[in-house]
């Protein structure tokens, strides 16, 4: 029959004293001297956590009852002889503890053996220690969590590996992997979501976290303006055609014109004179990477001319990404002049 309970109470017998969470016991022969054997059931003497911990009683002399002491405050008594059966035991430890070092908790394991006689009992005790082993616990952060494309990101990595020789593996996400304990700062090349993964392994197993990065492509702003009349006055809404702004600032180089929502994505540009008129645009909230263009400028020119002038009566239109320009194509006849 066997029972559990904590270290200081009697076991058949047996008067323990608290040692920690472990037990001891003081030899004592009264009768015929006993001498307890036993050990664990394998050769083994550090086992993972959650595994089970098997202890035989190989005592051969004559007995009456026994007791195993696991050490973490739990005793087990038996009557009767010794017994070939291996006693398991699981230590309820957290799993995910950080013990640091080589991540082990050592262990005391007390067999006593007792046999009582006319004269009184004799008693005796031997200990075996083993280990406990944890797996490694992963933990990091990552900063920036949103980022543009080539802007650098960077990790640490604050990992109990309870282990004096762990592995680790990073994985970014796209489709890069670093060995490293403490890997260099990342870039990353396309816009997306990543989910950067590290794995920390020992010699009891693994564990596994993650965190996800957000990066964002770089920004352009490439407007489209588009006049309806070629010849003073003049107005437009421009298209403001931009990529990962979050603002933008409309302004005149050059000329004098009215702008409503300067700094809105479609303001209404007004141009009351002839000549040449320099825009530029300035986006706000561009991303970082080197690849990004968060500004833009533009000219053009309006002309004295027929109010019926447009782009395809009269005026050459010429328009590129950079610049926009409007020439008159041909001497206006004098009775509009």
Same mark, same amino acid.
């Given at each position: 029959?066997?029972?559990?309970?904590?270290?200081?109470?009697?076991?058949?017998?047996?008067?323990?004293?608290?040692?920690?969470?472990?037990?001891?016991?003081?030899?004592? $022969?009264?009768?015929?001297?006993?001498?307890?054997?036993?050990? *664990?059931?394998?050769?083994?003497?550090?086992?993972?956590?959650?595994?089970?911990?098997?202890?035989?009683?190989?005592?051969?002399?004559?007995?009456?009852?026994?007791?195993?002491?696991?050490?973490?405050?739990?005793?087990?008594?038996?009557?009767?002889?010794?017994?070939?059966?291996?006693?398991?035991?699981?230590?309820?430890?957290?799993?995910?503890?950080?013990?640091?070092?080589?991540?082990?908790?050592?262990?005391?394991?007390?067999?006593? *053996?007792?046999?009582?006689?006319?004269?009184?009992?004799?008693?005796?005790?031997?200990?075996?220690?083993?280990?406990?082993?944890?797996?490694?616990?992963?933990?990091?952060?990552?900063?920036?969590?949103? *980022?543009?494309?080539?802007?650098?990101?960077?990790? %640490?990595? %604050?990992?109990?590996?309870? $282990?004096?020789?762990?592995?680790?593996?990073?994985?970014?996400?796209?489709?890069?992997?670093?060995?490293?304990?403490?890997?260099?700062?990342? &870039?990353?090349?396309?816009?997306?979501?990543?989910?950067?993964?590290?794995?920390?392994?020992?010699?009891?197993?693994?564990?596994?976290?993650?965190?996800?990065?957000?990066?964002?492509?770089?920004?352009?702003? %490439?407007?489209?303006?588009?006049?309806?009349?070629?010849?003073?006055?003049?107005?437009?809404?421009?298209?403001?055609?931009?990529?990962?702004?979050?603002?933008?600032?409309?302004?005149?180089?050059?000329?004098?014109?009215?702008?409503?929502?300067?700094?809105?994505? &479609?303001?209404?540009?007004?141009?009351?004179?002839?000549?040449?008129?320099?825009?530029?645009?300035?986006?706000?909230?561009?991303?970082?990477?080197?690849?990004?263009?968060?500004?833009?400028?533009?000219?053009?020119?309006?002309?004295?001319?027929?109010?019926?002038?447009?782009?395809?009566?009269?005026?050459?239109?010429?328009?590129?990404?950079?610049?926009?320009?409007?020439?008159?194509?041909?001497?206006?006849?004098?009775?509009?002049?």
């Amino acid at each position: 029959m066997a029972h559990s309970n904590i270290c200081i109470f009697n076991v058949y017998g047996f008067y323990l004293n608290s040692s920690g969470q472990g037990c001891t016991i003081t030899p004592q $022969s009264q009768c015929t001297s006993v001498n307890a054997v036993g050990g *664990v059931c394998s050769s083994q003497t550090i086992f993972c956590i959650g595994d089970s911990v098997g202890f035989e009683n190989r005592t051969v002399t004559t007995i009456d009852s026994s007791f195993i002491c696991w050490g973490d405050g739990t005793v087990e008594g038996f009557s009767g002889p010794a017994s070939s059966i291996c006693r398991k035991h699981f230590y309820n430890f957290p799993p995910d503890s950080c013990v640091g070092g080589d991540g082990q908790i050592p262990i005391t394991i007390t067999l006593g *053996v007792l046999k009582r006689c006319a004269a009184g009992m004799s008693y005796h005790g031997i200990q075996t220690g083993i280990a406990i082993k944890f797996r490694p616990k992963a933990v990091f952060t990552l900063s920036p969590g949103n *980022v543009c494309v080539y802007e650098p990101v960077t990790f %640490s990595n %604050s990992s109990c590996p309870n $282990s004096l020789t762990p592995t680790y593996l990073w994985n970014f996400g796209d489709g890069t992997t670093s060995t490293l304990q403490n890997p260099p700062s990342h &870039q990353y090349t396309s816009s997306g979501n990543y989910t950067v993964t590290l794995t920390i392994s020992n010699s009891c197993g693994s564990a596994t976290t993650s965190q996800t990065v957000l990066v964002r492509p770089a920004t352009t702003v %490439s407007p489209v303006i588009t006049l309806a009349n070629t010849c003073a006055p003049g107005n437009f809404i421009p298209d403001v055609n931009s990529h990962n702004a979050t603002g933008f600032l409309w302004s005149f180089t050059t000329g004098t014109g009215t702008i409503i929502l300067p700094i809105d994505s &479609q303001p209404y540009f007004t141009l009351n004179n002839a000549g040449p008129y320099g825009i530029h645009l300035q986006a706000t909230g561009c991303c970082s990477a080197p690849t990004s263009d968060c500004s833009w400028d533009t000219t053009l020119t309006l002309y004295n001319g027929p109010t019926t002038c447009k782009p395809n009566s009269g005026c050459l239109w010429e328009h590129n990404i950079k610049s926009i320009k409007l020439f008159q194509h041909k001497r206006w006849n004098s009775q509009f002049i």
